[in-house]
């Protein structure tokens, strides 16, 4: 079974500056996807972005980038010019690849909360 | 935003007393789940399904059951509901099962067992 580790359980950031979000994933599988998942406050888990395991390029959206190595088995989550907006829990979460019946589970990590201070 | 509700919002029940929770879906998708969320574990997967009256079992089945009658509605119950079912509940859709495709999730369900 695939297991999702997050080791930083808090973290805290100035405002407009940088943090990086650590994720490591424990698979025998070649074909996968990992997931990035934001869980503010109201409780809404919000898809911030995602990978494909058999892409070389690391996934991109606005100030959220990620930096995948496929050999590590780490996906770690890059916020850039940190907003208030952005405090929240963060969840890493993993997907087998391929379209075999089963492979639809989401497993995630035990969550980041990112503090934001101004 | 997707059209996932959850009801209902908050429930407080006693030990031993049966509990339904509601996921309904506008969205015409196959795919539903069931997962909880509980503090130092993340979310797990409860149960899903794959279709009317197609479901299966994820992570932590024990002690709860589903159905699905319609495209739309998926239904969690706990037969006896014990305080370690104590947690946040969430219901998510997807159109498709694996992959690229992203799971939409519902508001979620905050139930206290006394």
């Known amino acids: 079974a695939q297991t999702v580790t997050q080791s930083q359980p808090e973290m805290s950031v100035q405002e407009a500056e940088t943090v990086t979000l650590s994720c490591t994933y424990d698979?025998?599988?070649?074909?996968?996807?990992l997931f990035w998942y934001k869980q503010p406050p109201s409780r809404q888990m919000i898809l911030v972005i995602r990978?494909?395991?058999?892409?070389?390029q690391n996934a991109t959206e606005n100030r959220f980038s990620v930096n995948f190595q496929k050999a590590a088995k780490s996906f770690s989550l890059k916020i850039s010019d940190s907003q208030l907006g952005d405090a929240a829990m963060y969840f890493c979460?993993?997907?087998?690849?391929?379209?075999?019946?089963?492979?639809?589970?989401?497993?995630f990590g035990t969550g980041t909360r990112l503090t934001i201070i101004p | 935003d997707a059209g996932i509700t959850q009801s209902p919002r908050h429930k407080v029940t006693e030990t031993g007393t049966p509990v339904t929770l509601r996921c309904h879906q506008t969205?015409?998708?196959?795919?539903m789940y069931w997962y909880r969320q509980d503090p130092g574990h993340g979310l797990r997967l409860i149960h899903y399904?794959?279709?009317?009256?197609?479901?299966d079992k994820g992570e932590v089945s024990d002690g709860y059951s589903v159905s699905r009658s319609k495209t739309e509605d998926f239904l969690l119950t706990l037969e006896s509901a014990t305080s370690s079912q104590t947690s946040v509940y969430f219901c998510?859709?997807?159109?498709?099962?694996?992959?690229?495709?992203?799971?939409?999730f519902g508001p979620g369900t905050r139930l206290t067992v006394l």
């Open positions: 998510a859709i997807s159109d498709s099962g694996g992959g690229y495709n992203e799971q939409f």
């Open positions: 399904s794959y279709g009317v009256k197609d479901t």
């Open positions: 979460a993993y997907r087998s690849g391929g379209s075999n019946f089963g492979n639809e589970k989401l497993t």
């Open positions: 698979t025998s599988e070649s074909d996968y996807y």
């Open positions: 969205e015409n998708h196959r795919y």
């Open positions: 990978q494909e395991a058999y892409k070389q």
